[in-house]
């Protein structure tokens, strides 16, 4: 099984805990049906059949907005392992909730 090169005594056991799959359970905006409410990918099997790319866990925070200094002082028992399509997909909706409402600027009030 491929391991990352470095940080692997904090990778491995979040890994361990998650089962090596992914522990997304909706956060990506995608309920997950077919993997009874959770991401059904696994750390090193293929996104696909025919033509896949293999899948790479990350440890990663819950948060997926937390800042990489913030992650880094996380101990392993508060991370979780994320496959990377989650991973970006919750951050996009995040940032995307966390965003504050545009409003007009009155620039071209009249």
Known sequence: ?????????????????AGFRC???????????KGGGRCPREHDHYTSKHHG??????????????TPVAAAALPATDLVAWCP????AAARAAR??????VEASGLFEL
């Open 1 to 17: 099984m491929s391991e990352p090169l470095t940080g692997t005594a904090t990778w491995r056991p979040v890994m361990v805990a």
């Open 23 to 33: 522990q997304c359970t909706g956060a990506c905006g995608n309920p997950h049906a």
């Open 53 to 66: 790319r293999r899948i790479r866990l990350i440890a990663a925070p819950t948060d997926p907005l937390a």
């Open 85 to 88: 399509k989650c991973h970006a």
């Open 96 to 101: 995307k909730q966390a965003a504050p409402a």
